[in-house]
């Protein structure tokens, strides 16, 4: 596991992960009472643009590409 912040390849990487369709993503619920996937940012992981970090942390391979 690693926390946030990440690099902006890592953010790339995450998000490459929950596009992948291969694995389940990691998700969340947005201000709307929503369920959605969670979008990566430098920060951290968060449920709608702008909106805050509910999620600080990933598992390690899912932010170096060895999950392809």
């Given amino acids: 596991m690693i926390k946030a912040p990440w690099t902006p390849d890592q953010v790339k990487n ?21 369920k959605v996937d969670l979008i990566p940012t ?11 970090i509910v999620q600080d942390w990933c598992h390690d391979f ?6 392809k």
Wanted: aromatic share 14%.
């Fill in 62 to 67: 899912m932010s170096d590409k060895c999950w």
């Fill in 42 to 52: 430098e920060a951290g992981w968060i449920a709608e643009e702008n909106g805050p």
């Fill in 14 to 34: 995450l998000q490459d992960y929950q596009n992948n369709g291969r694995f389940h993503p990691f998700t969340g619920t947005n201000s709307k009472g929503q």
